[in-house]
């Protein structure tokens, strides 16, 4: 009995071990960041392409990482790997190109062999790259200061680049760089969107524009179609490290919150997911690389060498995994609060508004209720306004004395006789009235900086002939 439980326990621990072997056999850590990383379509195979030697992988094989020499290198040591040397993910060999276009390079037998006759052309930077028909083809890009409307192709019968000729008389899309694209090589269709462009030529004022329209091309044909354009919500910018997965599209969108897109843009399906916990364990800056034979991706994520030095680690991890982060993410960051947000924001935002409008017509309000004070002096018939003293004349002073005691209001008769001098004509009365009543205004005006008179006339609406002067109530006259 005990010799049975002792061999079932031994089983487990060796079978534990085995599986903690494997697990660390599938990751490869490098030291250098001289390395390209590929999968060969034909066997399935997990490749990292170092400087001196290559590294094999396949799950079905067991022994982990392999390394062996190169029986043949041709790659030129001017190229600076990985970041300027491409992998071509859905072509039929193990392919590479420069970046920029120019040279072509095919890993096979255990070599590396320089394919075309070209130079290093610097002409398309960021292009979107794809094989058709066992054909190399890249689209726009950057390079010479412009992006490029066209595309090239690589003939496989001269080794060389040309300009794949488009059908005449149609509107062509902008040049562009970080394009989203999709290949349906059944139907020879090259889907492409998004990206970004020079918003004014010649380098007037530089500034990138990101596009957001829809296009399909047919390889067929050579014509383009627009399908339309990605709503502003859903725009996207500044993609990284694309890689493709059954039928779909992942990149990075790098910004102040990273987030892993997934786009299918010939079902037109849209996903973004954001992922500041996940982007350095799932999607990381230097490639991603997908399989097809295992539904694995192949990813390189920097950490440390086995002497604690900076170094990078290569790891394959199942589709299903990023998917299930990227679930898990959605959920983490797109909870009921923040589903809801926006409407408690709403809300906040109204009842904001609601008192602060409040608040000001009460100031308002108060405001008008505070009526300027004008104080006059009996004693030294003086008025004052904010300690500031009105200049009145003699005559003014004793008109305003009249008028505040009388309860601030007299009619014009009274006004007349209060300032008769002796025989006057009536003209003349009122022509003096006038000039006191301009005068006192004026000088009001001039000293306190109120805008509104100090001393109104009001007209009888029934006869016109019939006027009474008085205070303005918007001012108290205090004693």
Known sequence: MFRNVFICCLSLILFISEITCQSRNQSLILSSDQFNIAVDPQNGDYIVL??????????????????????????????????????????????FFSGGGGHVYLFKDSSILRQDKSF????????????FKDKIILYSGYGFYSYKPYMTEFSDKTNEWFLRPYASNQYLPKGRQAVVYQIDKKRGYFYMSSGYTLNKPYFEDVENLDLNDVWRFDLNTNKWKQLGYI????????????????????????????????????????EKFKTDHLVDQSLVEYGTVYNAKDENILLVIKGKDLRDKPGFVIRIVPL??????LIISKKYYFTVFDRLWPFVLMIVVLMS???????????KNNQRNEKPVIHFNLAENE???SEIKIPFEDEQIQFLHYLVENGGEISNNDLLDFIKKGQESLDTLKKRKLKLIMDINQIFKICTGLSKPFLLELKDDNDRRYKDYLINPIYEVRM
Do not use: C
């Not at 390394?67 to 300027?84: M, R």
């Not at 508004?353 to 100031?363: E, G, L, W």
């Open 50 to 95: 170092a400087k001196d030697s290559f590294y094999l992988f396949n799950l079905s094989v067991s022994g982990g990482w392999r390394s062996y020499k190169y029986k043949k290198n041709d790659l030129d040591t001017v190229l600076n790997q990985p970041v300027e040397l491409n992998f071509i993910h859905n072509a039929k060999q193990v392919l």
């Open 120 to 131: 290093l052309q610097k002409n398309q930077f960021g292009a979107a790259s794809f094989e």
């Open 231 to 270: 709503k502003d919500d859903r725009r996207i910018r500044n993609l990284r490290f694309p890689f493709f997965a059954m039928g779909n599209f992942y990149a990075i969108e790098k910004g102040p919150n990273n987030a892993v897109v997934k786009i299918n843009i010939a079902d037109n399906l849209f």
């Open 320 to 325: 299903k995994e990023l998917e299930k982060n």
């Open 353 to 363: 508004v609601v008192f602060f409008n409040k608040a000001f017509k009460k100031r």
């Open 383 to 385: 008025f004052t306004f």
